[in-house]
């Protein structure tokens, strides 16, 4: 009763780097009255007013230009003229991807790595992180053409960052390495983890038993 909410924001999947798309938002109202809005991109705010809509479904439209490689986040929030039962319901996300060249995002346990130099030096664009530098939400990972993990334990990337990090890779086609080490595999504590069902090999340890021929 009398709960204002976003019932969905629609945009592209993609768009071209200088390209100019539209974002349409329905908003569910119980009554006539005046609802505010605001639309930010990332932490920007591009878009801002009021319009006064009828009892009932009612809809926003808002323009925007991509801009380079990655990916742009958008956040819709709007308010009513009264209080509101559910306030949760009053904002909601979108993703546009923007096609062009996106970095590889390597992960690997110290600043010291020679890894991603070697990987510039073969002409890649490399973002070079910690793995306690990275958020590992699916907005962050958006921006990556594919992650390397260097040499990383699991613990460190946490079981919310693998899920993330697994949902971003079966679902919208990111790459994803996992280089040899001693914290890597399965010393590194990716058996049964979030990423063993998308790895071609097997985390187990097992005991190897060689014979002399």
């Known amino acids: 009763a009398s709960d204002l909410a976003v019932e969905r924001i ?18 569910d109202s119980p009554l006539g009255q005046q609802i ?16 006064t809509g009828a009892a009932g479904t009612s809809r926003l439209l808002f323009r925007d230009t991509a801009g380079e490689g990655g990916a742009m986040q958008y956040t819709l929030r709007v308010q009513g003229e009264g209080p509101d ?3 949760g319901n009053n904002a909601a996300r979108l993703l546009v991807g923007v096609r062009g060249v996106r970095p590889l995002l390597c992960v690997s346990p110290a600043q010291t790595s020679g890894l991603p130099a070697l990987l510039g030096k073969g002409g890649l664009k490399i973002d070079a992180r ?20 260097e040499n990383t334990p699991a613990n460190l ?3 919310v960052g693998m899920e993330n990090l ?3 890779v079966a679902q919208s086609g990111g790459g994803l390495m996992l280089t040899g080490g001693r914290d890597s595999f399965g010393p ?26």
């Open 10 to 27: 629609q945009g592209p999947e993609s768009a071209m780097p200088g390209e100019s798309f539209m974002l349409t938002a329905w908003i």
């Open 36 to 51: 505010s809005y605001e639309l930010l991109r990332g932490s920007q705010v591009i878009a801002k007013g009021a319009q």
């Open 85 to 87: 039962p559910v306030p």
């Open 130 to 149: 910690a793995a306690g530098q990275c958020n590992w939400t699916l907005e962050e990972l958006a921006g990556y053409s594919a992650v390397i993990l």
């Open 157 to 159: 990337l946490g079981h």
């Open 166 to 168: 697994s949902a971003w």
């Open 188 to 213: 590194g504590g990716y058996y049964k983890s979030p990423l063993e069902p998308i790895m071609p090999v097997s985390m187990e340890l097992r005991r190897e038993h060689r014979k002399l021929s």
